[in-house]
């Protein structure tokens, strides 16, 4: 991974901003500039250079990164020994900005008594900006951890789902997982079947999984610190006409979303595309949460495919696209792609198909 040149990049940033320097607290934002993964760090990067701190326990495993940034061992209360490093690093005149969205109040107050209140503002999701796009290493990572989910997929439907409770499918994904070679999975999988699948984030249930139904599944892999994201819906016998007819549009509107995906392309006119589709065929108020999410180090991250996202989509970003119906009562369908976003296109990460699966 280019952490060096990653550092460099949000130097220009800050610069370009004005900025003397950030204190950096967001795990995924430490590990995407340094690759550092333990559970006690904090960066500051300046225009001109970066350090990193963490505690004893964790020096072993830095030793390698002390050829792009400086290595300070402090102690493991580590916000006031960060706070007082940033003061020094911004001297007398100069201002910083931190990651509100992270940082706990308690450790602001410690960083604001320091550090000087009137001498901090919000980054604005900086570091978020530079993950959006994926270089190259960062999207054969991904790459690899979508290739996971279609040997899953396969397992699970030459298992079958009637009969079995939600949990035990989730438990057996768990399992899948790792005989594929996932370091784990990248959230909690989601299946929900009969009218538990009208629940878009629904937890699995100990409750046994019908015939004649559909039952969601929606799961990821996590692998070297990158997730992937997966979701296909599955008959377990004859459906009635209500439910295969909301398959057949959720189907629909997917792919109409995939062929909207390029770059230049702003994620609300991609989610446009798709609830257009299905605002027409009557089912507005059963979709309701956005067509899609960026994925990377974490399963939701920038940009955004909803009515409400002012990103423009670009070469490099990796994004969900994931239209649902959920009807209260009788049942739901939700199929999901991972998609890397092209020039002209989008190129589809994830393989298992989408023609409607009656599995037992």
Same mark, same amino acid.
């Given at each position: 991974?280019?952490?060096?040149?990653?550092?460099?990049? /949000?130097?220009?940033?800050?610069?370009?901003?004005?900025?003397?320097?950030?204190? +950096?607290?967001?795990?995924?934002?430490?590990?995407?500039?340094?690759?550092?993964?333990?559970?006690?760090?904090?960066?500051?990067?300046?225009? &001109?250079?970066? %350090?990193?701190?963490? @505690?004893?326990? $964790?020096?072993?495993?830095? #030793?390698?990164?002390?050829?792009?940034?400086? +290595?300070?061992?402090?102690?493991?209360?580590?916000?006031?020994?960060?706070?007082?490093?940033? #003061?020094?690093?911004?001297?007398?005149?100069?201002?910083?900005?931190? =990651?509100?969205?992270?940082?706990?109040?308690?450790? $602001?107050?410690?960083?604001?008594?320091?550090?000087?209140?009137?001498?901090?503002?919000?980054?604005?999701?900086? !570091?978020?900006?530079?993950?959006?796009?994926?270089?190259?290493?960062?999207?054969?990572?991904?790459?690899?951890?979508?290739? /996971?989910?279609?040997?899953?997929?396969?397992?699970?439907?030459? =298992?079958?789902?009637?009969?079995?409770?939600?949990?035990?499918?989730?438990?057996?994904?768990?399992?899948?997982?790792?005989?594929?070679?996932?370091?784990?999975?990248?959230?909690?999988?989601?299946?929900? &079947?009969?009218?538990?699948?009208?629940?878009?984030?629904?937890?699995?249930?100990?409750?046994?999984?019908?015939?004649?139904?559909? !039952?969601?599944? @929606?799961?990821?892999?996590?692998?070297?610190?990158?997730?992937?994201?997966?979701?296909?819906?599955?008959?377990?016998?004859? /459906?009635?006409?209500?439910?295969?007819?909301?398959?057949?549009?959720?189907?629909?509107?997917?792919?109409?979303?995939?062929?909207?995906?390029?770059?230049?392309?702003?994620?609300?006119?991609? @989610?446009? !595309?798709?609830?257009?589709?299905?605002?027409?065929?009557?089912?507005? =108020?059963?979709?309701?949460?956005?067509?899609?999410?960026?994925?990377?180090?974490?399963?939701?991250?920038?940009?955004?495919?909803?009515? &409400? &996202?002012?990103?423009?989509?670009?070469?490099?970003? +990796? %994004?969900? !696209?994931?239209?649902?119906?959920?009807?209260?009562?009788?049942?739901?369908?939700?199929?999901?792609?991972?998609?890397?976003?092209?020039?002209?296109?989008?190129?589809?990460?994830?393989?298992?198909?989408?023609?409607?699966?009656?599995?037992?």
């Amino acid at each position: 991974m280019r952490y060096a040149e990653r550092l460099r990049r /949000l130097g220009e940033l800050l610069e370009q901003r004005g900025s003397a320097a950030m204190l +950096v607290s967001h795990p995924a934002n430490i590990r995407y500039l340094t690759g550092f993964s333990g559970s006690n760090a904090m960066v500051i990067v300046r225009p &001109s250079d970066a %350090v990193l701190m963490t @505690d004893f326990r $964790y020096l072993g495993r830095v #030793r390698p990164l002390r050829e792009f940034i400086d +290595v300070r061992q402090v102690n493991q209360e580590i916000m006031k020994p960060a706070a007082e490093q940033l #003061r020094e690093m911004i001297g007398d005149a100069g201002t910083a900005v931190f =990651e509100a969205e992270d940082l706990a109040y308690a450790r $602001y107050a410690v960083l604001a008594q320091i550090a000087g209140s009137d001498r901090l503002s919000p980054a604005g999701g900086l !570091v978020e900006q530079l993950r959006a796009v994926k270089d190259g290493d960062e999207l054969a990572v991904v790459r690899r951890a979508a290739r /996971l989910l279609t040997p899953v997929y396969e397992a699970l439907a030459a =298992e079958g789902f009637a009969g079995r409770s939600e949990r035990d499918v989730a438990w057996r994904i768990v399992e899948l997982l790792h005989e594929a070679g996932a370091d784990g999975p990248s959230f909690s999988s989601i299946v929900a &079947s009969g009218e538990r699948g009208a629940l878009p984030h629904a937890e699995p249930a100990d409750v046994a999984i019908p015939a004649g139904t559909l !039952v969601t599944v @929606d799961l990821g892999a996590l692998l070297d610190g990158y997730c992937s994201d997966c979701t296909r819906t599955f008959a377990t016998g004859g /459906l009635p006409a209500e439910l295969a007819e909301a398959y057949a549009l959720v189907k629909e509107a997917q792919q109409k979303g995939l062929e909207a995906v390029r770059a230049g392309v702003r994620g609300a006119d991609v @989610d446009a !595309v798709v609830r257009g589709l299905i605002e027409e065929a009557g089912h507005g =108020e059963h979709f309701q949460h956005g067509t899609g999410h960026g994925v990377g180090l974490e399963i939701h991250e920038a940009p955004r495919l909803a009515r &409400s &996202s002012d990103a423009t989509l670009q070469a490099g970003m +990796v %994004v969900t !696209v994931e239209p649902g119906i959920y009807l209260p009562g009788t049942g739901g369908v939700r199929i999901e792609d991972l998609v890397v976003v092209t020039a002209d296109g989008a190129e589809r990460l994830t393989g298992y198909p989408k023609e409607l699966i009656t599995t037992g």
